[in-house]
């Protein structure tokens, strides 16, 4: 086969056939910080292979310790790099864009009524044990400022949602990295939490 006639062709595809989708300014921060993440995970996984910083790449372990020049924080990494980090991340976005995907704040949208899950499923079995609500914690009479729904407490204490939050983040995350499992939501409207007015 003549590589060399396919990769001009693979060349011509590609320009008569450019990504032509606009990304808003809050997903090109996102990109920005997906470039940051990307980055770390990178610098991580050429650690973990033994590679030390180097000013000059050397992936040959008999010429001497593994080396790369780009295991440096991201903030040093010459501009170059940087913005090829950067359009990998608007490539994806753009992509996800054009196949139809719709961006949502994920911690809003999913893990807040993933939460009030579990949030409901721990106020349940305090409930069954006896515990009762009360403006101020106090375990020895069973009374916990935390038995309010959960969009009661996002409104009056908010940093009290933190563990549940990060329960289902952590969950999520798990089955992202471990299973290739990924949340595919058809219905938002499953995932609308009610309004604490609505509950008063």
């Known amino acids: ?33 997906q470039a940051r ?5 990178f610098v991580k996984g050429k650690m973990a292979k033994g590679y030390v910083y180097g000013p000059v790449t050397n992936d040959d372990p008999t010429k001497g310790p593994l080396t790369n020049p780009n295991l440096v924080p991201y903030d040093d990494l010459d501009e170059a790099t940087k913005q090829s980090n950067i359009a990998n991340a608007v490539a994806v976005l753009k992509i996800l864009k054009e196949k139809g995907c719709s961006f949502v ?12 899950q579990i949030h409901d499923e721990w106020s349940r079995e305090k409930f069954r044990a006896g515990w009762k609500y ?15 729904p959960f969009e009661t407490l996002l409104v009056t204490h908010p940093e009290d949602v933190a563990y549940d939050v990060d329960t289902a983040r952590q969950i999520v995350i798990k089955m992202l990295t471990e299973n290739d499992i990924f949340v595919l939501v058809t219905n938002l409207a499953n995932f609308q939490l009610e309004t604490a007015t609505a509950l008063a």
């Open 1 to 33: 086969m003549n590589y060399e006639k396919v990769a001009t062709k693979y060349e011509e595809r590609l320009n008569r056939k450019p990504l032509a989708v606009e990304l808003s300014p809050e997903l090109m921060l996102i990109a920005e910080k």
């Open 37 to 41: 993440a990307s980055h770390e995970g």
């Open 105 to 116: 704040n994920f911690t809003q949208v999913i893990l807040y009524p993933l939460a009030k």
């Open 134 to 148: 009360g403006p101020v914690t106090d375990k020895a009479n069973k009374i916990h400022r935390d038995l309010v």
